[in-house]
């Protein structure tokens, strides 16, 4: 018999596979279209720095390299797109909030970390993520919590999957 007052238990630890998986499932649901926009953008503006870098190399020389230089850190962040969010995300996370004990019912669910405990309640949820690892409930784009699928003390992946579908009244998208 459990001791647990809640019918699903999760124990998450926000580790870099956690944070790694999050941002990919951010990128291809919630995030899809601005990170599309975003790395486009690098490109673009990377390509336009080589361009008139070269362009301006015998005119201006300073101004030739500082273009040059600004082209090539633009396309090196578009293409190790995927890495730099998974630093930035890395940076923001506090070490006292890496490992989340998530607790559901009916009402809302609680994350209690070694920083607290924060109360969400279904409605707040924007979307409904996952993959064969993860769940990742987002808030809003940016925001998010990330729930390892092996991580049940309470309850179990497939009836967790039915509970949240149910509570959040959002269609769970997979990948």
């Keep these: 018999m459990s001791d647990s007052l809640y019918p699903f238990v999760n124990e998450t630890t926000y580790d870099r596979r956690a944070l790694a998986a999050m941002n990919d499932l951010a990128e291809k649901s919630v995030r899809k279209k601005k990170s599309r926009i975003t790395r486009l953008l690098c490109y673009v503006l990377g390509l336009f ?16 390299s500082l273009l040059l230089l600004y082209g090539v850190i633009l396309l090196l962040v578009g293409m190790s797109w995927k890495s730099f ?32 405990e924060q109360r969400y309640p279904y409605d707040s949820i924007f979307a ?15 925001h998010g919590v990330i729930i390892d699928r092996k991580g049940f003390t309470e309850g179990d992946d497939p009836s ?8 959040t009244q959002l269609p769970i998208q997979e990948f």
């Design 49 to 64: 720095g080589l361009v008139a870098g070269a362009f301006l190399h015998n005119a201006a020389p300073t101004i030739s």
């Design 85 to 116: 969010q998974l630093r930035s995300s890395q940076r923001q996370l506090q070490r006292a909030m890496q490992v989340c004990t998530y607790e559901f019912d009916d009402d809302e669910f609680i994350c209690t970390t070694q920083a607290g």
């Design 128 to 142: 409904v993520v996952s993959n064969k690892d993860w769940y990742v409930l987002f808030f809003d784009m940016g």
């Design 160 to 167: 967790f999957k039915a509970f949240i579908g149910q509570h």
